[in-house]
């Protein structure tokens, strides 16, 4: 499952993401997503879970939460038309 993860803080580092995120299953992927124009981070990522179960209990629990002084928005992602 794809899983949108916004409003991060600038200095998250991908590490980091993926260490919360293998709290709930494993982790397939990790892709932060960089401004076009100046190609700094946004504070969004996509995070590509094996299991559709874990990335349902980590959307649950980690949506709102604090990470890096900010609150998370953690939901599944939708498909890019």
Request: aromatic share 12%; hydrophobic share 35%; net charge neutral.
């Amino acid at each position: 499952m794809n899983i949108y993860v916004g409003n991060l803080n600038y200095r998250v580092k991908e590490s980091d993401l993926q260490k919360v995120m293998e709290g709930y299953g494993t982790v397939s992927s990790v892709k932060f997503i960089n401004d076009r124009t100046t190609g700094r981070f946004r504070g969004i990522a996509f995070v590509e879970m094996e299991d559709a179960e874990a990335a349902d209990k980590a959307i649950s629990e980690l949506n709102g939460t604090e990470f890096f002084g900010r609150q998370m928005v953690v939901k599944e992602a939708r498909p890019k038309y």
